[in-house]
C-alpha cells in the first residue's frame, strides 16, 4: 500500500480524494500497488464529511510520518504552498501539484531538490486541467523540436468570449454571470488580465526550451478591452476572437505571449467554446497535432493530478526525467514576432493616409457601425505595428489576426 497525503481540501483536494476511491481498484492495477489517502492537510475542520478523521491541521505530522510517500498539494498560491512542497521534497516525499503559480515561480528550483533526491516533483494539472499536454511533451513528443505552442489556456476568458460573441452581450455583464456560475473569481483579474494564461505558456516553454522561463517577462494582454465592436469586425471577417497563450520559435530562439487576437475559421481553435480548453502544438517532425478538453474543474484536474501520483508510485525509487534546469531562458524580444492586424480607426482619418502609414491593405466596413472602419494589414513586426499605429489620427483599437 502507498499512503498519500493531500494539502487543502477545497474543489480539487476533495475532487483528488473522491477519484483515488471511485477508482480504487482501477488505479491500484494501474499503479502496482493500492494507493490510500492518510492525510488531509486543511485548516478548517469538516465534522460532516466522511473523510473528518484524516483532516490534520499540522504540515510536520505529515514530514514526520516516513509512511507518506507522495504529498498532494492542491492549496494553490505561492505562500504556504511552497513553504510545504519544499519541505516534502526535502524529506524525500514525492510531490504531485496542480498549482500552476507554484510551478511557474518555483518549477526550476523545485524540480532541481527533487532530481538530487532522486525522487519526483510532478505537475501535469498546472496546465489545461485534464488535458494531458505535459507529460505528452515530456514523453511522446521527445522526439520532435516544437516549434510552436498555441492555446486557450483559460476557460473563464475563453466562456466569456464565447458568451459575447454568442449574445451580443457587453464585457462587463458576461463577466458578472461568470462570477455568478462560479467559472470566474470574485477577483477575476488573473483571468481576465492573461495572467493565468501567461504562467501556463512559461510552463510549457520551459519545458520545451528545457531551461526556466519567467513569467513575468512573457509579453500579456487580457480580455478587459475587447467590445462588441470587435466581436463585429471578426464576424465580417468570418473570424472568432480568442485569447490564446502562444510561443514560436523564431530565428535562434523563442518569443511568447498572451493576448486576445481574430483567429479565422480555418484555424484548429476557432470551435473551442465555452470554459473549454484546447492546445495545439507543432513539432518539426509530428507537424500539426491538438490536445482538446476540459482546462479545468473539480474532476478533470483531480483525474490529472492522480496520474501524477499513479506515475510516482510505478517510479516511486526513481526519478522521472524531465528537462527543466534551473538556467533562466532568454526570450527573444516580442516586438521580432510578425502578425497581420485588423485596426480600426474613426472615419475622419483618410484611408489614403492609413495607406501611407501602413501600407498595402483592406478595408473592412461592418454594418451597424456608423463613424468608423477597419483596415487590414498586410504582415508587420510588433515593434513596426507599434511605432506605426502612435502616429495613426483617430484609432479605436486593434487586434491581431491568427
Known amino acids: 500500500m502507498i499512503n498519500i497525503a493531500v494539502l487543502g481540501y477545497g474543489t480539487i483536494g476533495s475532487g483528488v480524494v473522491e477519484v ?7 488505479i491500484a492495477e494501474r499503479a502496482g500497488d493500492r494507493i490510500q489517502v492518510k492525510y488531509i492537510l486543511d485548516l478548517k475542520d469538516f465534522p460532516e464529511d466522511p473523510h473528518a478523521g484524516l ?3 499540522d504540515i510536520d505530522q505529515i514530514l514526520n510520518d516516513d509512511d507518506i510517500k507522495i504529498v498532494v498539494e492542491t492549496m494553490g498560491g505561492t505562500g504556504a504552498a511552497y513553504t510545504f512542497v519544499k519541505a516534502a521534497l526535502e524529506k524525500g516525499k514525492h510531490v504531485a501539484t496542480s498549482n500552476k503559480a507554484l510551478v511557474a515561480r518555483y518549477g526550476a528550483e523545485l524540480m532541481d531538490i527533487a532530481k538530487k533526491a532522486n525522487i519526483n516533483f510532478l505537475f501535469e494539472a498546472s496546465v489545461g486541467g485534464g488535458i494531458p499536454i505535459i507529460r505528452t511533451i515530456n514523453s511522446s513528443l521527445t522526439a520532435d523540436e516544437i516549434e510552436e ?10 466562456y466569456i468570449l464565447t458568451k459575447m460573441d454568442n449574445e451580443g452581450a457587453p464585457f462587463d455583464e458576461v ?3 461568470a462570477q455568478e456560475l462560479g467559472y470566474a473569481e470574485a477577483d477575476p483579474t488573473d483571468d481576465v488580465e492573461g495572467y493565468d494564461a501567461s504562467r501556463k505558456i512559461a510552463i510549457l516553454t520551459s519545458l520545451v526550451t528545457g531551461r526556466h522561463v519567467d513569467f513575468e517577462e512573457i509579453y500579456t494582454e487580457g480580455i478587459t478591452k475587447i467590445s462588441q465592436a470587435d466581436m463585429k469586425y471578426a464576424a465580417k471577417l468570418c473570424r472568432r476572437v480568442k485569447l490564446l497563450a502562444t510561443m514560436k520559435k523564431i530565428e535562434d ?7 486576445p487576437f481574430m483567429i479565422s475559421d480555418e484555424h484548429p481553435l ?5 470554459v473549454f480548453n484546447a492546445i495545439f502544438v507543432h513539432g518539426n517532425v509530428l507537424d500539426d497535432a491538438m490536445f482538446y478538453g476540459r482546462g479545468a474543474g473539480k474532476l478533470p484536474t483531480a483525474s490529472a493530478v492522480v496520474a501524477d501520483v499513479v506515475d510516482i508510485a510505478k517510479h516511486l525509487h526513481r526519478s522521472i526525467h524531465i528537462s527543466w534546469s534551473s538556467h533562466k531562458m532568454d526570450l527573444l524580444d516580442q516586438s521580432k514576432a510578425v502578425f497581420r492586424y485588423l485596426v480600426r480607426v474613426d472615419d475622419s482619418t483618410g484611408k489614403d493616409e492609413l495607406k501611407d502609414i501602413l501600407g498595402e491593405g ?3 466596413l461592418v454594418d451597424g457601425m456608423p463613424g468608423e472602419y ?29
Open 20 to 26: 483515488v476511491e471511485k477508482n480504487a481498484s482501477s
Open 149 to 158: 505552442i498555441t492555446g486557450i489556456m483559460n476557460g473563464t476568458t475563453n
Open 270 to 274: 476557432y470551435n473551442v467554446h465555452d
Open 175 to 177: 463577466l458578472k454571470e
Open 55 to 57: 483532516i490534520v491541521h
Open 362 to 364: 483592406q478595408i473592412v
Open 253 to 259: 530562439g523563442y518569443v511568447a505571449m498572451v493576448a
Open 374 to 402: 477597419g483596415y487590414l494589414t498586410a504582415e508587420l513586426s510588433e515593434g513596426e505595428m507599434n511605432e506605426k499605429y502612435e502616429t495613426i489620427p483617430g484609432t479605436k483599437g486593434r487586434l491581431r489576426l491568427a
